[in-house]
């Protein structure tokens, strides 16, 4: 998209800022489909028992959470400093969980073989959780065939000193950024006077574009529910088919 005045056509660069979480859910990946380059947030804090290694599933006796074992590690560590340990006995116990779940005929087992192949990547024992929670994401688009730009902030944007909004603004700067975009909790967090007096839009992805076949429960839970679910192309339809909403 192009946006012209009397002298110049600039070309509009959306970005994408956000933790790495694990198998996140489908508003996750629309955001991602929606930005032209999208930052793992890997070098700020990692909350312990919050959403970065954890996730759910539905099952007929309701949700089932999965959680990656974490090394015990300083309040101090940043979510690329945290370590993952026992994934093998980890991953065993998770696939178990999925294959008991996801065993009717109804489920895209195809999906579960994928994973069951490729999730623990073979160079790393130890992974950090950023390493792992991105791994997920790279295997949910590559199975769905969506690409993607991306890079990590620890890597574009060391030693910055910035916080919060001050820090989100300084990155799309930086990466030449014209639209910040997020999800749709980020309205309570971001306000529109802030990013247009540093001369940025402020977008929000429209989570009513994937009502059509999703329910509530679908939507909030971890993207395998979906693809198990729905098979390949609905979900990859659901994620393109995104919509932005202004501040």
Known sequence: MLIADDSIMV??????????????????FQLIAASDFFIFLDDVQYIKRGWINKNKINTKHGEVF?????????????INETLCTDLLIWKKKFFKTLEINYSSKKHDMNFLYFLKE?????TQIEPTISDISIHSIELVLRYLDIEFNYEKSSN?????????????ISIVKK???TKYINLP????????????????????????AAKTTTSNEIKNASIIDTIMLFGKEKPRE?????????A
């Not at 970005?15 to 859910?25: E, L, R, T, V």
Request: proline share 6%; net charge positive; charged share 25%.
């Open 238 to 246: 659901l994620i393109l088919n995104y919509s932005l909403t202004e």
């Open 118 to 122: 490729n999730l623990i990547p073979q």
């Open 156 to 168: 574009i944007d060391k030693d910055s000193e910035k916080k919060g909004t001050e820090r989100i």
């Open 66 to 78: 999965f959680t990656i074992p974490i090394k015990k590690a300083s309040l101090e560590n940043k």
């Open 11 to 28: 070309t509009e660069k959306k970005i994408a800022i956000m933790q790495p979480y694990f198998f996140p859910y489908l508003g996750y």
């Open 185 to 208: 909790g980020g309205k309570d967090i971001y306000k529109k006077s802030l990013f247009k007096h540093n001369g940025l839009g402020l977008n929000f992805i429209d989570p009513s």
């Open 175 to 177: 990466n030449q950024g």
